[in-house]
C-alpha cells in the first residue's frame, strides 16, 4: 500500500495508509529513494537523524548507508552510485557506501543521470567537468562551461526533405491563434488569414481586437465590429463597444454608455439598459452578472432577474452556476440561484474555483487565508499570508508575509517537511490530472518534480522545466534545462529520453507531432526517439497545430510548413477582402 509520513512534535514517522506505523517519530526529515536497478531493495528512505546527519533505510528501518553524511541525493544514477556530502564537501558514493569521487568539491551535479559525467567547482571557484573516475575531461573555468555534456548520442536523422521552396515564404510577420481556427501573416498594412488546412480566408486592414472562436472582433477608427471566420460581417460598426464573453456567440455591446446582450449573428438579447454586464459563468451561457447603478443582480439571456440588484460587486463562480460568490455589506458569501443563503456574508474575500465538485472553499478574514467546508466549518486554521490547496491532506503557502518562505502543511497548519519552496503546481490540464507537482526549491531557482507531501521524485537539479502528456506512448515527459544551459527531454523516472545537446526546446505541448528545438541557433523539429523530423534551418518556428502545420521563418520571411519540413504555398490571387 501507500506510505506517508506524518509529523508530530517536530518529529517524522512513516506510517502506511492504514494508519499503521513504520517508523516512530524520531526523525528530522524523510524523503523517498528513487530506487533504479537495484532489485534486491523493494523500499529506500533518506533519513535525517537527531545529530543532522543523513542516511539510507530500507522499509524495515534496517540501515543501508551509514548516518555520516550532511547531504545525499535522493536518487541514484545507472550505475548505483549518489552524490552525498561529508563536512561541507562532495563526492561520489556506491550503495555498498564505497567511495567512488573523494569529498574535495564545493558542488557537484550529475549531468546526465548516468553517474558517468559530473560538472564540478572545487575549492578555487573553478567549474570542470569530470567522469566517474574523477578524471578532468575540460580546463577549469571560472565560469561553468558552455559546452555539450559528453557521450550524448548523435542526431538520429531521415530522408531529405524534397519539398522546400524558399519561394513560399513571403510575409513579414506571422502569428499562430492557440485553440483557434487560423493563421495570421502580414504583409505592409494587410494582414491575411489562414486556416488550418493551409487555405486563405481572406484579407483586411482592420486591426483584430478578440478572437472568439467561430467570430472575431476587429477594430478600425475606434468602431469595432464583427465577422466570421469567412470574412463576412455580422455585426456592423455602429456601436460604442462590443465585447466578446467566450461563451458561443454572445457578446456584450454599448450605446449611450449602458450595456447591452448580443449575439454575434446581430441579434440583441437584452437591449443596451445595464451599466455592466458579465457572464457569471463559462460553463453556462444562460447566467449574467448585470449592474444597474452601485447594485449587482443575476440575468439570465432573456434578461429575466434570478437574483435582485441588492449585491454589492459582480458575482464569482464556484464551478457550478448554482453556487454563486456574492457580496453584501462589504462581505462575501456564498448563495444559490434561488437567493438561499450557503455560506455566510462574513468573509473579506471567497475565491472561485472552476472545479465541478468543491470539498473545501478558499477564503480570507481578517487578512489571512484559510479554508472551510459547506457547512461553514473550519478545515485549515485562517493563518496564512499566501495559500494553495494541493490536495485534500496538504497545502501550499506561508505564514509571514515578512519573510514569505513557502512550505507545505496539513490541515492542521502543521509543516509536512522542512523544505521550502517558491513554486509548488500540480500537473494537469483538460486531458490529465495528476499527482505530480513541478516546484522549485526557495531561492536555489532549480526545478524538480514532488508529490503532495514534498518529496522528491525527480531531483531539484535543472534551470527550467516543462512537460507535456504523450497521447500515443501514454506518458508524461519532461523538456528540462541542466546545469549547463543545455536541454534535452526527461522520463518521469529521471531517465534521458532525448540527449542534453539542444540549446533550446520552444514548444513542449504537442509532442506527439514534434518537439520544436533549436540547435547552434537554427530551429528544427524532433521526435521522442530524436529523429529529426525537419532540419535545423529555421529563424523561429511556433507551434504545430493538430494537423502538423505551423509558421516558421526562413531568410527573414515567414511562411507555412508542415512536421516534415515541406513548405506549403498559399494562393494570394483572388482574395476576398475584409473591409468597413
Not at 82 to 87: M, R, T
Not at 170 to 198: C, I, L, P, R
Not at 481 to 510: C, M, R
Request: aromatic letters at 16%; a negative charge.
Amino acid at each position: 500500500g501507500d506510505y506517508f509520513v506524518k509529523n508530530i512534535k517536530g518529529k517524522w514517522g512513516l506510517i502506511k495508509e492504514t494508519g499503521e506505523t513504520v517508523f516512530d517519530y524520531k526523525y528530522l526529515s524523510i524523503d523517498s529513494f528513487n530506487l533504479i536497478n537495484s532489485p534486491e531493495l523493494e523500499l529506500a528512505f533518506i533519513v535525517q537523524n537527531e545529530q543532522g546527519l543523513y542516511g539510507l533505510i530500507d522499509g524495515n528501518e534496517k540501515i543501508i548507508l551509514p548516518f555520516e553524511y550532511d547531504y545525499m541525493a535522493k536518487y541514484q544514477a545507472n550505475n548505483n552510485t549518489l552524490i552525498v556530502s561529508k563536512n561541507g564537501k562532495f563526492g561520489v558514493i556506491d550503495l555498498k557506501n564505497n567511495v567512488k569521487i573523494d569529498f574535495k568539491y564545493k558542488k557537484l551535479t550529475d549531468l546526465n543521470n548516468d553517474g558517468d559525467t559530473f560538472l564540478a567547482q572545487d575549492n578555487n571557484e573553478k567549474w570542470q567537468i569530470i567522469n566517474d573516475k574523477d578524471e578532468i575531461i575540460n580546463n577549469n573555468t571560472n565560469k561553468i562551461p558552455e559546452i555539450k555534456p559528453f557521450k550524448a548520442e548523435p542526431l538520429k536523422q531521415i530522408k531529405k526533405v524534397k519539398n522546400f521552396r524558399e519561394s513560399d515564404f513571403v510575409f513579414d510577420k506571422a502569428g499562430y491563434y492557440w485553440n483557434k481556427d487560423f493563421f495570421e501573416f502580414q504583409n505592409d498594412s494587410y494582414t491575411y488569414y489562414v486556416n488550418t488546412n493551409a487555405e486563405v480566408l481572406f484579407k483586411t486592414d482592420c486591426q483584430i481586437w478578440a478572437v472568439c472562436g467561430k467570430f472575431i472582433i476587429f477594430e478600425k477608427n475606434n468602431k469595432k465590429f464583427a465577422a466570421d471566420l469567412k470574412g463576412n460581417i455580422l455585426i456592423n460598426p455602429i456601436y460604442q463597444d462590443i465585447e466578446c464573453l467566450y461563451i458561443d456567440d454572445y457578446c456584450t455591446f454599448q450605446q449611450n454608455d449602458k450595456w447591452g446582450l448580443i449575439k454575434a449573428s446581430g441579434e440583441i438579447l437584452i437591449k443596451p439598459k445595464y451599466d455592466e454586464i458579465n457572464i457569471c459563468n463559462r460553463k453556462n451561457k444562460n447566467y449574467f452578472s448585470a449592474k444597474l447603478g452601485d447594485k449587482y443582480g443575476l440575468i439570465d439571456e432573456f434578461d429575466n432577474i434570478i437574483l435582485p440588484f441588492e449585491y454589492n460587486n459582480d458575482f464569482l463562480s464556484m464551478g457550478n452556476v448554482e453556487k454563486i460568490i456574492a457580496i453584501k455589506n462589504g462581505k462575501y458569501g456564498i448563495v444559490n440561484i434561488k437567493g438561499e443563503i450557503l455560506i455566510p456574508f462574513e468573509y473579506d474575500f471567497i475565491y472561485e474555483s472552476e472545479e465541478e465538485q468543491n470539498k473545501y472553499i478558499k477564503a480570507d478574514k481578517n487578512g489571512k487565508y484559510g479554508l472551510i467546508d459547506w457547512n461553514n466549518n473550519m478545515v485549515l486554521p485562517f493563518e496564512f499570508a499566501s495559500l494553495s490547496v494541493l490536495s485534500d491532506k496538504t497545502v501550499f503557502g506561508n505564514k509571514d508575509y515578512m519573510d514569505c518562505i513557502n512550505y507545505i502543511y496539513d490541515y492542521n497548519g502543521n509543516k509536512v517537511c522542512d523544505t521550502s519552496f517558491d513554486c509548488f503546481y500540480r500537473i494537469e490540464d483538460e486531458n490529465i490530472k495528476t499527482d505530480y507537482f513541478i516546484a522549485s526549491h526557495r531561492h536555489e531557482n532549480e526545478y524538480g518534480l514532488a508529490d503532495e507531501f514534498g518529496n522528491s521524485i525527480i531531483d531539484f537539479k535543472y534551470k527550467e522545466f516543462n512537460w507535456c502528456f504523450s497521447k500515443k506512448r501514454n506518458q508524461l515527459y519532461f523538456a528540462v534545462k541542466n546545469q549547463l544551459g543545455a536541454w534535452g527531454v526527461i522520463d518521469i523516472n529521471d531517465n534521458t529520453v532525448i540527449p542534453f545537446i539542444y540549446d533550446e526546446i520552444t514548444s513542449f505541448d504537442n509532442i506527439d507531432n514534434g518537439i520544436i528545438a533549436s540547435l547552434d541557433g537554427k530551429y528544427g523539429l524532433i521526435d521522442l526517439d530524436n529523429n529529426v523530423l525537419s532540419d535545423f534551418k529555421f529563424e523561429e518556428i511556433k507551434g504545430f497545430n493538430n494537423n502538423g502545420i505551423s509558421v516558421a521563418k526562413f531568410n527573414n520571411k515567414w511562411g507555412l510548413v508542415n512536421t516534415k519540413g515541406e513548405t506549403i504555398k498559399l494562393d494570394l490571387s483572388d482574395i476576398k477582402e475584409l473591409k468597413i
